[in-house]
């Protein structure tokens, strides 16, 4: 089992740029892929990026791409989201989430999940 802790939301104005960590608890951080999803009101849960255990792969959805970066740090237990030429759109509680396996593209695939950490984006 893994308890997540995110941190490093807050209120930026577009174009901006934030960068957010989630801590993970326990000694079998290395097991788990990771993964970062975004809910904004109104909207479902969405997936915005993953990486594997080893921090070898890595997989965006196509509006983040090419402006967001995950990365992992084992030997911090700690995997990190910096998110650069931020817009409105990217508003949103965003949440971290651990997978042992399974389609990392897929929220059924993670069994567990941080309780989020808000990133709103100004116009």
């Known amino acids: 089992q893994v308890q997540l802790d995110e941190s490093g939301g807050g209120l930026v104005q577009a174009g901006g740029s934030l960068r957010l960590s989630c801590a993970a608890s326990?000694?079998?951080?290395?097991?788990?892929?990771m993964g970062w999803f975004r809910q904004a009101p109104g909207k479902e849960r969405e997936f915005v990026a993953a990486?594997?255990?080893?921090?070898?792969?890595?997989y965006y959805a196509d509006s983040v791409k090419g402006r967001f970066t995950i990365s992992r740090d084992n030997a911090k237990n700690t995997v990190y989201l910096q998110m650069n030429s931020l817009k409105p759109e990217d508003t949103a509680v965003y949440v971290c989430a651990a997978s042992t396996y399974g389609n990392l593209y897929n929220r059924r695939a993670y069994a567990y999940w941080g309780q989020g950490t808000q990133v709103t984006v100004s116009s």
């Open positions: 990486i594997s255990r080893s921090g070898d792969s890595t």
């Open positions: 326990g000694r079998t951080f290395s097991s788990y892929d």
